[in-house]
């Protein structure tokens, strides 16, 4: 188990340009290990982006801190996967595990975990439902014992109870391993449920990082989304 | 030694594992008309060879391992896709190469030559088609993982930048092999033709490896042992045979 009191991540001043166009100013924030951290903002406020400077994927600005020994699984918001091809999703996830020296054991127990049957995994991956191959994907970034997971929740894909699904089975890791979690979702009532700490992010304005409870006031979804909106969580309470 | 000794098929079914695995990867890159031109660069270094009185093969592989290079430094500086990147340099490549070899060179060089390689070239090309065979079924899995996302390839610790390179490194090899036998146009055509009938008929990558190796070793002998019987060139007469076998793949279904 990761000790809490140190950081998983530490990101200071982190700015992205594409161009002429800044898409992240300035943004700094930590997350402690074993914590989880939501992502939440309108669409183009640069959440995925985010997460591409945080895996090296695109040039940035400032610092991206994470300890030596950091093992990231990475869950894509969507991915142009060429029809036809011919590559299973058994094809998919051995090649992870062979890459991260994972057993052949490892490779079914994700499928397991992240509730694929075999019959599902055989199929060429062009074949797989969105919900499928994001399940496929979760359990790409499970192999190999990530120490933080990045998931950039798809807005259509994963059902909703599938998707409930999926974060217990996520939470049951991070009780058992210390399991960083860091996720983009516009299910704001999940994020309320789920997160320990809220990143908004909105175009033009300076980031604002806090506990659910302070960051998904009415006023502050206002001040972000540009429009009102409430949420109601699960026990009934709207916000 | 004749065209029809076990020897003499040694290079050219060598070459043709080869190539039936490195096209797998081609046609999923979506590099199959890159590829192809790819091909055409070996044609100028040919031509200078023959100017200098150098081997004309060993031009051709020095001027498919500077183009491939080049290719791959344009591409990684400027973000142009790949294949407009081998689209320009290569077309170009064919001018300079056609003006550089003219006459009976120039069509041994683009289809291949009936005169059999020494035995040094024979000893380098069957230990580049085992460089190349080891190469694609080693970095199978990196390549799978770029295939499907480069951002999850990074994640999964794979130098996608290098893996690039040393993939079109393959490729320029695998041309190399087939630059005596085939040419540098229908050494092209042998790389993707099986690959993407096996693409067409595959649901795995192990079937795709398989099917592609096996269009392309058949092709190549039934070729090589057909052609002195029908009296036509066996280049030709390969690639003809593997785009038959492709033609027959679009009667199949896939289950």
Sequence with gaps: ?239 | MTAMSPDALVLPLCMAVAAGLVGCFAVMRRMTLGADALSHVALPGIGLALVLGANPVLGGVTALVLGTLLVWALEHRTQVPTEAVIGVVFSAALAVGSMLTTGTELIEALFGARRLPGPWETGLGVAAAVLVVAFVLRARHRLVIALVSRDLARTAGVDVARLDLLYLLAFALTVALGLRYLGVLLMGSLIIIPASTARHVARSLNTMFAVAVGISVASTLLGTVGAPLLRVPAGPLIIAIAAGCFLMSLLWRRT
Aim: glycine residues 10%; hydrophobic residues 40%.
């Design chain 1, 1 to 239: 188990m990761p000790d809490p009191s140190a950081p998983a991540l530490v990101v200071d001043g982190l700015t992205v340009r594409f161009g002429k166009r800044t898409v992240l100013e300035d943004v700094s924030f930590t997350v402690p290990a074993g914590g989880t951290l939501a992502v939440i903002g309108p669409n183009g406020a640069g959440k995925t982006v985010l997460f591409k400077a945080l895996i090296d994927a695109v040039p940035y600005e400032g610092q991206i801190r994470w300890p030596p020994g950091t093992r990231i699984g990475y869950v894509p918001q969507k991915l142009d996967i060429e029809r036809d091809l011919p590559i299973t999703g058994w094809d998919v996830l051995r090649a992870k595990a062979t890459l991260t020296g994972s057993a052949p054991s490892d490779v079914t127990s994700v499928t397991g975990l992240v509730n694929l049957s075999p019959e599902v995994v055989a199929q060429p991956v062009s074949t797989l439902s969105g919900g499928q191959f994001q399940r496929l994907l979760l359990g790409f970034a499970l192999l190999g014992h990530p120490s933080v997971l990045l998931f950039d929740e798809p807005t259509a894909g994963v059902d909703e109870p599938g998707e409930e699904g999926l974060y217990d089975m996520i939470a049951r890791l991070q009780d058992a391993t210390g399991l960083t979690l860091l996720f983009i979702s516009h299910e704001l009532a999940l994020v309320y449920h789920r997160a320990d700490r809220v990143l908004c992010l909105s175009r033009g304005r300076r980031p604002y990082l806090g506990s659910p409870i302070e960051a998904l006031t009415p006023e502050r979804l206002q001040v972000m989304y540009g429009t009102p909106l409430r949420f109601h969580d699960h026990d009934g309470h709207v916000a």
